[in-house]
Each structure stands twice: as C-alpha cells, then as structure tokens.
C-alpha cells in the first residue's frame, strides 16, 4: 500500500468523525488525500454519498459536492456506473417552482467550467423572469423580487457544492454584509474592480478556484448594482 492509503479511513463512521473533527480547509484537504488513493478512496466516497439525504448545511454541501466531483473527473466504468445509477443529478436536489431544468448548470459546475456556468447562470435566471427577459439576455433588478427562493437556493448551493464553498449569492452576501453594505469595497474585495478600473468581461475575470472567494457568479454586473442588491436583499437569505 502507499502512504496514503496507510492514512485511509477504515470506515464510513472513520470518515465521517474525521471530518467533524476538522475545520473545513482540513476537510477539504482529507478529501484530496483520500481521492489521492485512488479507487480505494473513491469507493469511499461512492459508500458515503449512496443513500445519504441532501443536506441544508453549506458545510456538508461542500463536502458531498466537492467528493461528487472527484467521482465525476474518475473516468472508469464502475465508477460512472455509480453516479448515473444513484446520483444522476448530483447531490444537490434540483428543485423550482417554475420547472426550470437545472441539470446542465449543475453538469458544468461538477466538472468545473465556471465560465460557460456563469453564462448558464445567467440565462436560467432569465428564464425564470419570463420571455421578455430570455428575448433579452439581461435582468431587470424588479424581477429578481420575484425569483422563487427554492430556485435561487438551488443556483447558490450548487455554486457553493461545486467551489470549495468559494463562490454562490450567499458567499457574496456574506462579503457584503462583511464590507458594511459598501458596494466600492465588495467589489474591491471579490476582484470585480482594482483601484477604479472595472474587471473587464470575460478574460479579465479569474474562471478558476484560485479567483477570490466571491468573485462568481457574476450575474449581469456589468449593468449596474441594482441587479446586485436585488439579489443580496432577496427573502431567500433571510433564514441563513
């Protein structure tokens, strides 16, 4: 056996008290090491998530949809197996109350194309506003007060499932709030400008998980902080 395989979990109780014993860069970090392992640690990962119920908490989000991609980015049989027959859309429900399709927002997040999500983002959350809007490509903030708050949960917490917890609506709420509610140093703070010039769209923005924590989605910031604010004000957070 390698080193790392010595350090394994024996079980999933092992696993799952490691994990509550540690903060979440330690987590995070466990789940790389045990990925490391190869199919000995991805077969962990697969006895963890079957059967395991969605959760609420950000916390364990992120662990079941950072393990999620790990099982995603292995590309054997047995393995695909496993994810078509038992989590075919993830481990975040894909709920809505105006039955929009989620499934390809939530494909691009696990295998980490957060620039084409971005977009897919944008274009879901325009389909909730309705036809004028999808005609559109763009966002009115009156129409963000509309969103139902099970859609917009599930655009943020696949976000946060998919990026170590780095970026969704609630991260960048928490910066807000963090900053005061002073929209010059959010946008400082989550690298949608430097000094005064504004990030140019797109090659200016940071498409990866080393982009500041915050920085995606972007929405349609680019027309202004209405849309924003809508959106940080929006019922959905009032309960977290």
Known sequence: MTAVQDHLPTSIDELQAQLESSTLPKQLQQLSDIAAAGEPGLSLFMDFLRDRPPSDRPSEVIIQGTMYQYLVADRRDTTQAFLQQNLPDGVVPLQSDRSIDYRPLQQLLAQQNFEEADRVTL?????????????????????????????????DRLWLAHSQG?????????????????????????GWRTEKLWTRYPNEFTWDLSA??????????????????????????SDR
Request: aromatic content about 12%.
């Open 123 to 155: 274009q879901k959350m325009c389909e909730l506003s309705g036809e004028t809007a999808i005609a559109r490509k763009w966002l009115y903030f009156t129409e963000v007060d509309g969103f139902p708050i099970s859609d917009l949960c599930t655009i």
């Open 166 to 190: 780095r970026f969704g609506f609630s991260v960048q709420r928490e910066l807000w709030l963090g900053s005061g509610k002073n929209w010059d140093v959010l946008w400082s703070k989550i």
């Open 212 to 237: 500041p924590r915050g920085h995606l989605p972007l929405t349609n910031q680019l027309r202004g902080v209405r849309v924003m604010a809508a959106l940080m004000k929006h019922p959905a957070w």
